[in-house]
């Protein structure tokens, strides 16, 4: 026994191990591991690889003794230990630590002498070799009759050597009792040179066969108690040796080499390490990293295949059990856990995608073995065993289809794995059934174990029951149980076991149909009970509600699977984790995870699952987070909220749980049931019932137990599947929304993610109703929050890209709420830092502009048409502030390039988007009058800079009086901007004050001693143009009545001079007469303006294109000067004027054009045409012959039954001497005797077709004074239609008599008019009558 304590590693490393390589000079492991060819690499398995030490270290030293650190328990849970028992259905270990006879048999070994224990090494020795080599060398003879390794082998020397030691077994002889008697025999002898003579010859065996590379480990394993150096010495020089010759050669060459078996080398020397570790007793932990980095080493360089899976997983279980035999684990930090676990997993991936044996299983075991060592894994190890384990069995086809994924059952030629052992024990297989532990192969003895479990787990009775039952009358319910007591049996292998299971399965089958599947259904359970067993592991040793998170964080993709039976199994791991923690576990950290919402929500969004199981889970699962919830909120150590406790207890009622005594909420499953809920049938139907009440208790427990953060991750995840392509799931989304929504469950500081979510999901949604639902929740969320939401919205997108407009559109649905919205969008646009606090590149994001652009693009949203409206003051003195703000910027650019004839969508800058909004305003509004005659007039050009900005204002103002824009409303809001500390709040103010006072109406909203009041309060404004607007409208007539008598007195004075034949300055007098006739405003001009207004009619043909524009626009402010008692004369007035009008639009002057479009319009406005706002569309955007065509058309369609006097009047302009009048006349006439010829048959008389007929040129209007003589048009007269919208040539051609005063003019145009009309003329001559 001294031998041993002289084993411990000196000088913290092992000699051996620090001469492994030196025949190698100048060469390390790593080195040579660098120095693999290429075409070596496809020998090593693909993972990711260990770390760099753990791999390319083959000298590592044991590691530094022990670390005594204080460290919680990590010891398994009683599952785990129990479960990881099963590792001997892997190793073939038996289950006591050695076999009965093993302390006679050393009693008598150290006993002998030394030479006695040489003689009997060299007996064991012999006789090994001549058994495990037939043919000699382990060459072609054992590779063509691997049958003769399966045979049962007397070992009659080996029974002569224990008979002279006087030792009698009393049984037949396992096959590996040589390599344990081998073992026992090195273990004991003190000649350290003898010893390694052995072990090398040991190792030089045949390593081919699975029993002889489980002989030698064992060998090794027990030599290795006493003889550690030794023994780690000599597999330090097989893995420089034979081990790297057989990794870096090439498989053909292994193919036709002779010692082909040392490809199996590495197997044999993982299974080495497992025996080492299992025998190191008290020397393990010192060894344990040295031992774990070598089977890393030996996985990762040798070739994969299952020998090499099944020789890992061994020694790693084996690994597993030494350590937990010893006491000092759980105060050890070991080097190589992360490694280790890397293995396993690679293992796991390679798995294929069916259930044929257990391997899952001890792997997820050993894993969760090796999670309870130190230090703690990492978060990011942890995640990828999650996602690994997951992956392997979540993945696996449905159960009830496992038997026809799983292809035919091969035997490896290589892996015999049996029962190591030859005992008198029996082995048990459950319900009082023993099977005598005979040397179990698989198949020949199959059929009898079949039957005889089936029928022992059909029929109770004494173990020791000679005559079974025959499996005819075994019953199909113990079938299952047949199964679980052959998987459970100890002693057999996992192939032994699935050939057991599969072969009973087959013979079966013909008399039992229902059996099929059984089998696999059973293996899917038990590893579907170790993935249970590693979740719950997991928590046990963090116990708290983040790691409950991180546990479900991994299972997300598989609740968001398309696949039922994914989505049954994830749900059914949740559930019962989470019963594990609300039974089992009390949670330490009161931790409060907001990814605990994402979790629930994902969760929920199964409670409308096709399958009924899954539903059912699902509420379970919430209800159990629920439930943890209320624990966490405690407000003393086993005490709670009484009314919190209540809810969560009705919320259990509802979904099938129910109370024991002390009010503990357990499941009423028993464990079975929940193990075998993946065997319930599924449940179908798109016509599932949403359970309403039920659903809005449970949301009302949630809201009330989760926090903020977690409420909000909830909502986050019910948007996030509003884009999914499944109906019923977007469906139970949106409707769990609503409810949410609906019970005023969100807190302020949610709003901003929560409508940042649905605006990034907005896009995506397939389903109109699910967009519906979703508008009237942020109807919802708008009411109660509404400044939050409308912050909120100006923050998602520039305005301009329209993408946000949906939302505002769902807070337009109530009107209230849409008041609101637009109020505080009005109050956003006046936040307005000073210019000196804004830099360049933030004026873009400045509050102000974002509220700019979103109201310009709600004007044109109709759910705010009418709230529009009723914002209109506010809206405009806004608009008009914020453009003035912008100027004071410097913040014009872009302004005056925009075109808007271009239907392109763009950005547009923020002076131009001022700009359209105020333009849009009115146009919106339905006060598109005021709209057009800024635009006929160009004015709103005038707001593009800011010296003219002024007098923009002021032309706006003036047209709102005119026509009655919102007058009260505006003057309002003007005077609270007025009092407002703002300069630019005062210019506006008053500039549409002082227009105001010239409203006929404004007398109606407002008395005159308040409008002086205000207008006193403008006189002491710093501002000098507030000054003089405010003193010019103290000095109006309606703070001056006195002053009416005065102007008309002036006017009547004025229209003297201007009724003269050729009075001076004739341009001047018109604007003097233009301001008197604007200043008495509302009091009216009286009778002079039918004066005025026949002079002006005169002055349409005056020879200078000023004075023609002057005169035509002074008439469009005359005909509404005269009061409510002219109009009617004035009306006719401007009906006489429309034929002259409307010639002028095409005028050679662009000015009288432009004046004319103004008074044309005003003309029509008057008249109360129908068409009015047609005819401004063409008049400001219209062009070329369609466009003439449409004004002709409103004109004279307007005007029912004036044909003829239209025709009569316009006859008189074919002898004009402007060109252009004369030609806009022939088409004019060409037009009416196309389109209106019988109606021109009823209305004209004789003398009207005389005067049509006549040769006199003096009927023609003579020229007018001052007439000077002009050139032709720029048109040439091919160009210039006859007709209005008919082209030059589609004219019909007349006959040669007619149009006498046409016939002989000098102009071609004339001539072929005369020449296409006549015949029209002719025939319009014979049908007048009267």
């Known amino acids: ?71 919680g328990s990590k010891r398994l849970s009683r599952p785990v230990q129990q479960e990881m028992d099963t590792g001997r259905e892997i190793t073939g270990e038996h289950p006591s630590d050695s076999p009965p006879w093993e302390e006679e048999l050393v009693s008598k070994i150290r006993a002998m002498s030394a030479l006695e224990k040489t003689l009997a090494l060299e007996a064991v020795s012999h006789c090994i070799q001549r058994h495990s080599q037939p043919g000699g060398a382990c060459g072609p003879s054992a590779v063509l009759c691997p049958q003769l390794v399966r045979k049962e082998v007397s070992y009659t020397s080996i029974q002569e050597l224990l008979a002279s030691l006087k030792l009698d077994l009393k049984q037949p002889l396992e096959k590996t009792f040589p390599f344990h008697f ?41 030599t290795s108690t006493s003889h550690m150096e030794e023994v780690w010495a000599m597999l330090e020089h097989l893995g420089r040796t034979r081990f790297l010759q057989s990794t870096f050669m090439p498989p053909e060459s292994q193919q036709l080499d002779p010692n082909t078996h040392w490809k199996w080398v590495g197997s044999t020397s993982l299974l080495c390490l497992g025996q080492i570790a299992m025998h190191a007793r008290e020397q393990i932990l010192p060894w344990v990293d040295n031992i774990a980095s070598r ?64 391997f899952r299983q001890k792997i997820i075991l050993v894993i969760t073995a090796l999670s309870n060592l130190r230090p703690s894994l990492k978060p990011t190890v942890k995640s990828k065993i999650l996602q690994t384990c997951l992956q392997s069995l979540y993945s696996l086809p449905p159960t009830e289809t496992l038997k026809r994924k799983l292809p035919p059952l091969e035997a490896a030629p290589d892996v015999m794995v049996t029962a190591l052992f030859l005992g008198p024990s029996r082995v048990f297989l459950g ?23 089936a029928s022992k787990c059909t029929h109770s009775g004494s173990a020791t029951q000679t005559h079974p039952p025959s499996i005819s009358q075994a019953s199909p319910k113990a079938l299952p149980r047949v199964f679980g007591a052959i998987t459970n049996t100890a002693a057999l292998s996992i192939r032994v076991q699935t050939a057991l299971c599969t072969d009973l399965q087959q013979f079966l089958l013909g008399k039992y149909p229902a059996v099929e599947g059984l089998g696999h259904q059973m293996l899917y359970q038990k590893s579907m009970q170790a993935l249970d067993l590693l979740l719950q592991n997991f928590v046990s040793e963090n116990k708290s509600m983040d790691e409950i998170c991180f546990l479900l964080q991994h299972t997300e993709p598989w609740l968001k699977s398309d696949k039922i039976h994914e989505r049954k199994r994830v749900v059914h791991s949740i559930f019962l984790l989470l019963k594990y923690v609300v039974d089992h576990v009390k949670l330490t950290e009161e931790a409060m995870p907001s990814m605990l919402g994402h979790q629930i929500g994902l969760l929920t969004l199964l409670w409308r699952d096709k399958d009924k ?42 979904e099938g749980v129910g109370k024991q005594d002390g009010g503990e909420c357990v499941l009423s499953l028993t464990h079975h049931e929940a193990c075998s809920a993946e065997l319930l049938p599924p449940w179908g139907g798109a016509g599932l019932l949403f359970p309403e009440a039920g659903t809005g208790c449970r949301l009302r427990a949630l809201d009330e137990n989760l926090t903020v953060a977690q409420h909000t991750q909830l909502i986050l995840t019910l948007l996030h599947e509003l884009c999914s392509r499944n109906r019923l799931r977007c469906d139970l989304a949106a409707q769990l929304l609503l409810l949410i929504f609906e019970d005023h469950s969100i807190k302020p500081e949610q709003v901003a993610e929560i409508l940042q979510g649905l605006f990034l999901k907005l896009p995506c949604i397939i389903f109109k109703n699910i967009l519906q639902t979703m508008m009237k929740a942020v109807t919802m969320l708008g009411t109660q929050h509404t400044q939050e939401t409308v912050e909120v919205l100006l923050s998602l997108c520039h305005p ?142 005038l707001f593009e800079h800011l010296e003219t900005y002024t007098e923009g204002v002021t032309l706006l103002a003036r047209a709102m009086a005119h026509y009655d824009c919102e007058v009260k409303a505006v003057l309002g809001q003007a005077v609270i901007s007025l009092k407002s500390s703002e300069e630019r709040d005062n210019i506006v103010a008053i500039l549409i004050i002082t227009e105001f006072l010239n409203s006929q109406e404004l007398t109606q909203y407002t008395s005159r001693k308040t409008m002086d009041n205000f207008l006193n309060l403008g006189l002491n404004n710093p501002n000098q143009l507030v000054r003089a607007m405010s003193l010019k409208g103290l000095s109006s007539i309606l703070m001056h009545p006195k002053k009416v008598v005065l102007l008309r007195n002036r006017l009547v004075g004025l229209l003297d001079s201007f009724l003269k034949p050729e009075p001076r300055d004739l341009t001047g007098l018109m604007e003097i007469l233009g301001d008197i006739v604007h200043c008495l405003g509302g009091q009216g001009v009286g009778t002079l303006s039918l004066k005025i207004a026949q002079r002006l009619l005169s002055l349409f043909e005056h020879a200078q294109g000023d004075v023609r524009a002057g005169a035509i626009f002074l008439y469009g402010s005359v005909i509404y000067s005269g009061g409510r008692k002219l109009r009617p004369a004035l009306r006719t007035h401007a009906w006489h004027a429309l034929v002259p009008l409307l010639l002028h639009l095409g005028d050679s002057c662009p000015q009288v054009v432009t004046k004319t479009k103004f008074t044309f319009l005003r003309c029509a406005i008057l008249l109360k045409w129908e068409f009015r706002k047609e005819l401004f569309g063409k008049l400001a955007w219209g062009s070329g012959l369609g ?87 720029p048109l040439t007269p091919d160009s210039v239609p006859l007709a209005w919208g008919t082209p030059l040539f589609s004219l019909r051609l007349g006959s040669t008599t007619g149009f006498e005063l046409l016939k002989q003019d000098r102009d071609s145009t004339s001539r072929r008019f005369y020449r296409s009309f006549l015949d029209d003329v002719i025939e319009l001559s014979q049908y007048v009558t009267y």
């Not at 624990?631 to 009484?642: D, I, N, R, S, V």
């Not at 006199?1256 to 001052?1266: A, N, S, T, V, Y």
Request: aromatic share 10%; with cysteine; charged share 20%.
């Open 800 to 941: 301009s890209e329209r993408k946000v407009i949906p939302l505002w559109t769902a807070l337009a649905t109530n009107n209230r709420l849409a008041r609101k919205v637009v109020t505080l969008l009005y109050m956003k646009l006046k936040l307005r830092p000073p210019k000196e606090l804004v830099r360049l590149p933030e004026q873009a994001q400045l509050i102000s502009q974002l509220a700019l652009g979103t109201i310009y693009e709600l004007l044109y949203v109709r759910e705010y048409k009418a709230t529009v409206r009723w914002a209109f003051a506010g809206i405009l003195l806004g608009l008009l502030t914020q453009l003035h703000y912008l100027f004071e910027l410097d913040a014009v650019e872009g302004i005056s390039d925009y075109q808007e004839d271009i239907l392109e969508a763009r950005t547009l800058s923020p002076c131009r988007t001022c700009l359209e909004a105020l333009k849009g305003l009115f146009w919106t509004t339905n006060y598109w009058e005021v709209f057009a005659e800024l635009k006929l007039l160009r004015a709103w050009e």
């Open 1187 to 1273: 466009a003439e065509n449409d004004i002709f058309i409103y004109m004279v369609e307007s005007n029912f039954g004036s044909y003829h006097q239209f025709l009569m009047q316009a006859l008189m302009y074919l002898s004009s001497p402007h060109h252009s009048m004369k030609l806009a006349a022939m088409r004019f006439i060409g037009g009416l005797l196309q389109d209106y010829f019988a109606d021109l048959c009823v209305y004209l008389t004789k003398n009207d077709v005389q005067i049509l007929l006549t040769r006199e040129r003096g009927l023609c209007p003579q020229p007018p004074p001052g007439h000077q003589g002009r050139g032709l048009s």
């Open 182 to 222: 081998y073992g026992l025999i090195l273990r004991e002898c003190a000649s350290v040179d003898l010893v390694k003579r052995h072990l090398a010859s040991l190792l030089e065996l045949c390593h081919q066969s699975s029993s002889q590379r489980e002989g030698i480990a064992l060998a090794i394993g027990i």
């Open 431 to 453: 319900d009082g059934f023993w099977v005598l532990g005979q040397c179990v192969r698989p198949l020949p003895r199959v059929r009898e174990l079949a039957e005889t479990c």
């Open 295 to 358: 089977m890393v080493y030996y996985f990762s360089c040798s070739p994969y295949d299952n020998v090499l899976k099944t020789s890992f997983l061994s020694a790693a279980i084996m690994l597993m059990k030494a350590l937990q035999r010893e006491d000092g684990t759980q105060n050890y930090k070991f080097t190589q856990i992360s490694e280790l676990i890397s293995c396993l997993l690679c293992v796991l991936q390679k798995e294929p995608n069916f259930l044929a044996t257990l």
């Open 1 to 71: 026994m001294e031998r041993r304590e002289e084993q411990r590693p000196r000088d913290g490393g092992s000699q051996g191990s620090r001469q492994a390589f030196a025949a190698v000079p100048g060469t390390t492991p790593s080195r040579l591991l660098r120095k693999l060819p290429a075409q070596e690499e496809k020998y090593r398995p693909a993972q990711d690889p260990p770390s760099q030490e753990a791999q390319l270290s083959m000298a590592a030293s044991p590691s530094d003794g022990f670390r005594r650190l204080r460290w």
């Open 613 to 654: 199981a899954t539903q059912s889970r699902s509420r379970q699962c919430v209800c159990l987070l629920l439930q943890l919830l209320i624990q966490q909120k405690e407000t003393e150590p086993g005490t709670g909220t009484p009314v919190q406790f209540a809810e969560a207890e009705d919320v259990f009622q509802e």
